[in-house]
Each structure stands twice: as C-alpha cells, then as structure tokens.
C-alpha cells in the first residue's frame, strides 16, 4: 500500500510562492502517473495538477501559468511549485496517483493560507 506525506505549506502573502513537496513510500512510484489536488473545508477535492511517468504535465485552468508540477523518481518524490499564489488558492494540497486508487492512499496534506 503506497503512502504519501505532504509538505512545504504555510502562510504567504499574495503574490509570493511556496514549493510543496510530496514523499512516496512503495516502489510503485516511477511508473504511475501523480497528481496534486486541494481541498477547501465544505467543497469537493480538485484536481490542480498532474504528471505522467514520463514526465507529461497537465493543469487546472485556475493553476495555469503559475504553478508547475515536477517530479524525482529517484527519490520517489514529486513536487509543486506554486507562483503568483492568490487567496483562492488557500487550501489543504494533497498528492496521490492519478488517478487515485484506494480512499486510503490520502496522506494528512499541507495547509497552503494565501493572505495578506
């Protein structure tokens, strides 16, 4: 059962950016697409980004030009740098597989607060 521990979040004002980093246990990370996703209290989780195996990204319209997905199979890692941050993009950022297999790969996320 791959696991995944969130982290980087934290208070920003808008405008400034954040590098979200996510560690994945298991050895099924290299060939398995991931993706980013958020969550405001009282909403649906959102996709925000995604990244293939082999390194092919995609991205929410809302994220678009500000945010760029990455990932180091070596280290079973995957990152999201986060630019230009605005208040909506306040949330709990979480990674997974994508798409997601199992409710019990979720890890505790990271509280990413864009204010001022």
């Known amino acids: 059962q791959v696991q995944f521990v969130e982290s980087g979040g934290g208070l920003v004002q808008p405008g400034g950016s954040l590098r979200l980093s996510c560690a994945a246990s298991g050895s099924i990370f290299g060939g398995y697409a991931m993706g980013w996703y958020r969550q405001v209290p009282g909403n649906q989780r959102e996709l925000v980004a995604t990244i293939t195996s082999g390194g092919r990204t995609n991205y929410a319209d809302s994220v678009k030009g500000r945010f760029t997905i990455s990932r180091d199979n070596a280290k079973n890692t995957v990152y999201l740098q986060m630019n230009s941050l605005k208040p909506e993009d306040t949330a709990v950022y979480y990674c997974?597989?994508?798409?997601?297999?199992?409710?019990?790969?979720w890890g505790r996320g990271s509280q990413v607060t864009v204010s001022s």
């Open positions: 997974n597989l994508y798409p997601p297999r199992s409710p019990a790969n």
